[in-house]
């Protein structure tokens, strides 16, 4: 039989999803991540972008701002900042998010720009 | 002796006042649903960023340059304590029970000599502390004019608290609210935000050895490294409690103002009970002495 990925993907206001699925891409701060089921325990950062769930053929995407992939041989739980159905984002929402982004990203150095930049890139991709 | 019109009067504004108290404990019912639900969902997320914390933690103690979110900056001199409170009134004793116990803590830091400083969340929590503390009130935020309670508030909250701390305004941050136990019962209690570190050891101490997964002698890879994946984390986590103790107090003020309300329900009720007897009894007494009057003025013929 073939091995399932427990996948919960939860938010601080809800959980979005909890169940198993074959396999889930995750935007890595570093780089994509795609974790399969008996992935070795990790743990990531993770930056604005989609998470791809593949379930029986089928893909679910869901938006995802800032948090952490935790992998354990439990499974996989991603704690995100901010997490929705990609199909529910706002276009308008996501523009006013870019503006207010952009606006930080001009009084920020070091770091903090880089993961602002990150977070900048990521929201631009949505509306792409 | 109160006239026939005056009991009418008294009847008719208590039997609005009971109205009004009746619709507010439905209102309060219906919206304590509503915060239980979003207590509850939230759970999830704060149990794991707590059971991601200790497993951090753990592999971090011992090492020199672990964030000062985690263990603190070695003092203990300036306490901050962010009191969490509601907005509105008329919910019995819950604002009270959480100035009461900020109130204690006050009295406890300061006769240790520590300086305090007040971070207040809601009006009710500042109109009681700012009277008496108003020299120790550093920051007051109200929430009045959010309809919903969103993660966005608690993160503004929680970088305003990091901030204040990088600063070096204050070296220990105490959280006060009103834990949820259920309708009657909400616990005011104080909760150690900053260092971390702290109120793991307080709490999660017997439970440690068997929080942390299972991972059948694997080792864990972290991306970025350890000390970059905490100091994302920490400030969130700050943000998690923060959002979680606004959830725990507005169930917890519903709750409570339920209750509060029932009974001013059931008061009005009982002081309608109270004042129609005695209007009926003076109606009585008047007609009984009409009669009187009229009995004797036909027998005098």
Redesign the interface.
Known sequence: MADKLHF?L??????LFAGDVDQVDVP???GDLGIYPNH??????IRTGAITVYNDGVETKYFVQ???A?V???GL?V?A??ASLLSDVDGEAVKADIDAATKALADMEGEAALAMQQNLDGLKALLA | MASLKDLQNRIKSVKNTQKITKAMQMVAAAKLRKAQDAAEKSRPYSERIGNVISNLAASMTGAGDAPELLVGNGKSDTVLLVIATADRGLCGGFNTNIVRKAREEIVALEQAGKTVKLFLIGKKGYDQLNRLYDDRVVEYISLKEERKLHAGIAQRIGEQITGMFERGEFDICKLVFAEFQNVMTQNAVAKTLIPAIADLTEDAAPEAETAGPDLDGAIYTYEPDEAGILRVLLPRNINTQIFTALLENSAGEMGSKMTAMDNATRNAGDMIDKLTLTFNRTRQAQITSELIEIISGAEAL
């Open positions: 919960s939860v938010s601080p206001e809800a959980e890595g701060s570093e070795s325990p990790l743990m990531a950062a800032g948090g952490f935790d354990t041989p439990a739980t704690l900042e901010k």
